[in-house]
């Protein structure tokens, strides 16, 4: 078990034996003791668990990011005892993505990119205060794939851990709409040291609104990024900004070194370099058309940004999409 996940177990038990505190705890905000070491125990799904206060899990006993009761809230039906604590039950980190089934009149194939207009473009925000349910300033990116699926970095999934996250979408029907997040998945290979499999998926809890006009998703492409592409980062009023990146093979010094299968090094090839992680890399296709090949590991870092390869990860990410019901007219190229 990776220090992040050990991390985010300490703190969930330490709250557990303190006071009951209220859901969407930060993790900074609370402190632990090597010695509180969280029991283990064998959940109801058949998965290693651990034993936790009842309100950071879900009724399928799997432990929700930022917890799932108010103090006021009480659930029913707890099936067999396993933990010796009475409002303590036996959870699993591991949550499947819930389906998603895409009727066929919403859905219009994908969109791909027209320069550097990107309407499937999504700024993601954590709550950090829930007294200030809409939080003023995105802190990544994503692309959105059909209606309710987002492409991002599992680095910002690491950035929102036990926070609540809202997306919305600049260049929808309603922009400044928060869309909830209702479930995330990273990459089971993903290293947060070295950004390796730097890849997430999110789950909106409902469909994106584009008005009288059909989903607009992206289209992706599993080849290797090449030549001088487009990714996106924030601009004013909730808009988004395009700068133009130069792939190539020798200068992410900045980040480590050399270029691998997996990541792939960019050069700023405009006048200003503004990207956001999370962001989507965009390339033209055989047919001339902009599809979304790469997701950016980082923002500028001395003109240089490093990028995640969709071509190492197609069978995650085509897999991850078929369980959700997602078709690939609905992000692939015809």
Not at 4 to 20: G, K, M, N, P
Not at 310 to 318: A, M, N, P, V
Request: with cysteine; proline share 3%; charged share 25%.
């Amino acid at each position: 078990m990776d220090l992040f996940r050990v991390s985010t177990i300490f703190a969930i038990l330490l709250a557990t034996t303190a006071l009951r505190l209220p859901r969407y705890k930060r993790q900074d905000e609370i402190s632990f003791d090597d010695q509180n070491e969280p029991k283990t125990c064998i959940a109801k799904n058949g998965k290693q668990g651990f034993c936790v206060d009842e309100k950071y899990c879900n009724a399928d006993h799997v432990i929700e990011t930022g917890g799932i009761l108010l103090e006021s809230e009480f659930r029913e039906g707890i099936t067999k005892k396993i933990c010796n604590e009475s409002l303590q039950w036996c959870c699993t980190l591991e949550a499947p993505i819930q389906s998603q089934m895409n009727s066929s009149e919403n859905v219009d194939s994908c969109l791909a990119a027209d320069g550097d207009i990107c309407p499937w473009a999504v700024s993601l925000y954590k709550v950090t205060d829930l007294t200030k349910r809409t939080p003023k300033f995105p802190f990544c990116m994503g692309t959105l794939i059909g209606t309710r699926v987002i492409l991002t970095a599992a680095t910002c999934m690491k950035a929102a851990q036990n926070l609540m996250l809202y997306a919305r979408v600049p260049d929808s029907a309603e922009p400044t709409r928060n869309y909830i997040v209702i479930d995330r998945k990273a990459h089971p290979a993903y290293n947060t040291g070295s950004h390796a499999y730097d890849f997430g998926l999110l789950v909106l809890e409902e469909e994106v609104n584009w008005g009288i006009k059909k989903s607009k998703g992206a289209c992706l492409a599993f080849d290797k990024p090449t030549g001088t592409c487009t990714s996106l980062g924030f601009g004013a009023e909730d808009k988004t900004a395009s700068t133009m990146l130069n792939v190539t093979s020798d200068v992410c010094n900045n980040f480590g070194g050399k270029a691998k299968e997996d990541r792939i090094c960019t050069k700023n090839a405009d006048t200003v370099c503004n990207v956001a992680t999370g962001a989507p890399l965009v390339c033209e296709s055989t047919t001339g058309k902009g599809v979304v090949v790469g997701v950016t590991r980082s923002s500028c870092n001395k003109d240089q940004v490093l990028v995640g390869s969709l071509s190492q990860s197609w069978d995650w990410i085509t897999n991850e999409l078929n369980d959700l019901h997602i078709s690939k007219d609905a992000y692939l190229e015809k």
